[in-house]
């Protein structure tokens, strides 16, 4: 993806496959605002409502304030995956020997965290969020689970990965499901953190890339 046409007409392209806004606002790791606003544009109609039960809100005309982070020039080189996720680990590596788990949150977060956790030669565990288990209904009462393909928490130490932060919501979920679990998150790290955050829910966050918006308040 090179520009914001390309984006308006992947929207309208997931709009038209009769995607909601929340479920384009995912595939595109834009804001829901945004996704809203790229239909818009497109003169495309998503679906009404979203897993949050959510319509994406209103947008300015100007347009939403957010930034659409396409990696993919990393993500389809494994060797480009291992040089990123080298700098990754190394933003971790501070917090000790004694962590021995990572985890990555699916689908992006896990080829990163595969190669985190070989460089740290810690074992690996993967998070899918709720919202990828979600078809209908209230969100808020379903859980995300732990593959047991992976390693499992068992009350240990653990660092988290993922690609992006958008909102938080995903990460804050991923947190409160280790603790719920007996885990005890450490430390988080991403690619890219569209809300600079330093720490979440008492857990730092680190990231290659600290997005801020700098402009002027509507
Ligand atoms: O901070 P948030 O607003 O929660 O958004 C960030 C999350 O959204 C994206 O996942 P997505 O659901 O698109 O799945 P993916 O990993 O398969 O791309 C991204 O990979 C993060 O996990």
């Known amino acids: 993806m090179k520009n914001v046409d390309d984006l308006i007409e992947s929207a309208a392209e997931l709009a038209a496959r009769g995607l909601s806004k929340g479920e384009i606002a995912d595939e595109l790791n834009v804001s829901r605002e945004t996704a809203s606003w790229l239909v818009e544009r497109s003169g ?6 979203d897993a949050s039960g959510q319509n994406g809100g209103t947008t300015p005309p100007s347009g939403p304030q957010d930034i659409h982070v396409d990696w993919s020039a990393v993500g389809r080189d494994s060797k480009r995956m291992g040089a990123i996720a080298e700098a990754m680990a190394d933003l971790l590596a501070k917090h000790g020997k004694d962590v021995d788990l990572t985890i990555g949150i699916e689908k992006a977060g ?70 719920a679990e007996g885990g005890e998150p450490l430390a988080c790290v991403v690619l890219a953190d569209k809300q600079g955050l330093e720490e979440l829910e008492g857990v730092p966050i680190y990231s290659l890339l600290q997005v801020i918006s700098v402009g002027k308040e509507e």
């Open 44 to 49: 495309a109609t998503a679906q009404p409502t």
């Open 110 to 179: 896990g080829p990163i965290a595969t190669l985190v956790a070989r460089e740290l030669e810690t074992d690996l565990g993967t998070y899918t969020p709720a919202k990828h288990q979600w078809e209908e209904g209230d969100i808020e009462e379903l859980g995300g689970t732990f593959s047991r393909n992976f390693a499992g928490i068992r009350d240990r130490e653990c660092y988290i990965v993922d690609d992006t932060i958008t909102s938080g919501t995903t990460m804050r979920e991923t947190i409160e499901a280790i603790r």
